[in-house]
């Protein structure tokens, strides 16, 4: 479908309201899908999680990302991490808790959350492409500190499709920190999850509250049909020509 300027959109059934995007000026974020966070032996299990919890996400997430290179739409990865010297990692934060490791100890893939340690890398079943972004970011918001609010004004983004970990903390933070900005962010339910489902569920309420407080929330089934409706529509004007 195209909107009165010709752009290609799609309607998302969502809450509170359904949300009509132009796929030309949204982007796919994808948070924090690491080994570190995800895979036994990393950061999220030396603070004690049950790792397993995250990886209900890895599917959907799969599936949408899937679609969304097939519409051609932006891709942008985030990785939570820190320097080899730490010089971006608040004492606050590396002190916090009694994990059996600290961020920058040893683990079982290299040193905890330390930028080009094999932990601190994204899980192979999502893996970038060459041609997505991929932006390290030293805090739990992928604006703080980073180049995200540039990346997205170059390629005239308006509109996010939010997914990865953990809803309630990176998902959240971002979340919000694109809605200050101005940006429309719709996040995919089962896109997220957190180490502590009533953490999920709450952190969605928190989004869709008050008529949309912080943005809209759809589960990826919606957001596949409104994606896949883009590209039946191109194989048709493909085929037409």
Not at 170 to 196: H, L, P, Q, W
Not at 202 to 216: D, N, R, T, Y
Request: negative net charge; hydrophobic residues 40%; contains cysteine.
């Amino acid at each position: 479908m195209k909107n009165s300027s010709g752009a290609s959109q799609g309607t998302i059934t969502a809450e509170p309201e359904p949300i009509d995007l132009a796929w030309s000026t949204t982007a796919l974020l994808i948070i924090d899908m690491q080994r570190d966070f995800l895979e036994p032996g990393g950061f999220g299990e030396t603070l004690g999680n049950d790792v397993s919890q995250l990886a209900r996400a890895v599917q959907p997430i799969g599936a949408v990302l899937a679609a969304a290179r097939d519409i051609g739409m932006l891709v942008v990865h985030t990785r939570e991490g820190h320097l080899p010297d730490l010089s971006d990692a608040p004492p606050a934060k590396i002190e916090r808790g009694a994990p059996r490791s600290r961020i920058g100890d040893p683990g079982p893939m290299g040193r905890i959350l330390i930028r080009g340690e094999p932990g601190h890398d994204i899980i192979s079943e999502l893996y970038p492409l060459d041609s997505e972004i991929v932006i390290d970011k030293p805090g739990k918001g992928a604006f703080y500190a980073t180049e995200m609010n540039d990346v997205l004004t170059k390629y005239g983004i308006e509109n996010l499709l939010v997914c990865g970990v953990t809803t309630e903390v990176c998902v959240n933070t971002t979340v919000r920190e694109a809605n200050d900005r101005g940006y429309r962010c719709v996040v995919i339910s089962d896109g997220c999850a957190s180490y502590f489902p009533e953490f999920h569920e709450m952190g969605l309420k928190m989004i869709k509250a008050q008529g949309g407080i912080f943005g809209w929330v759809a589960d990826s089934g919606a957001v596949l049909k409104a994606m896949q409706m883009e590209t039946s529509s191109n194989l048709k004007a493909g085929a037409s020509r």
